[in-house]
């Protein structure tokens, strides 16, 4: 598996809120500024689906970014497998003025692993951000 993580100064509640919600999705799910993504669905429960557009804005490029969820533990734990058979482990981890965020997945056989550490860890800096800002 490959690991990233964050550190985001606010409360559980918040960081929560802003990972789980669509509206607040669309507003972080990318990883460079030239994407976007439109969350199409987030049914927050086990069995529950989520999907996601990711595009390129120039229209050049957009793929779904979908699973299942087989884990839900508020404020603390999610975990999927996403619609090409990966899973993702997801910890949340509050302290007193922060939540440190652990995200763990299965790497794709495509890319380099480190080219998708990059890419993943770029989404949870624009987590951070968003999530800081609100």
């Known amino acids: 598996m490959i690991t990233v993580q964050t ?3 606010a409360p559980i509640e918040k960081v929560w809120e802003c990972w789980n919600k ?3 999705i669309s ?3 990318f ?4 994407w976007e993504a ?3 669905e987030n049914d927050l429960r086990v069995g529950g689906r989520f999907s996601t557009i990711m595009a390129a804005k120039d229209g ?3 793929f779904e970014f979908g699973g299942e969820y087989t884990l839900i533990k508020e404020y603390q734990q999610i975990e999927y497998i996403m619609d090409d058979g990966r899973k993702v482990q997801i910890t949340f981890k509050p302290s007193s003025d922060s939540v440190e965020i652990i995200e763990s ?3 794709e056989t495509q890319n380099e692993p480190e080219f998708q550490k990059q890419g ?3 989404i949870l800096n624009n987590f951070k951000k968003y999530t800081e800002s609100q």
């Open 7 to 9: 550190t985001i100064k």
């Open 22 to 24: 669509p509206e607040h």
């Open 27 to 29: 507003n972080w799910a």
């Open 31 to 34: 990883a460079a500024d030239e």
């Open 38 to 40: 439109d969350a199409k």
């Open 60 to 62: 050049s490029a957009s």
């Open 105 to 107: 997945f299965d790497p």
């Open 120 to 122: 993943w860890q770029a």
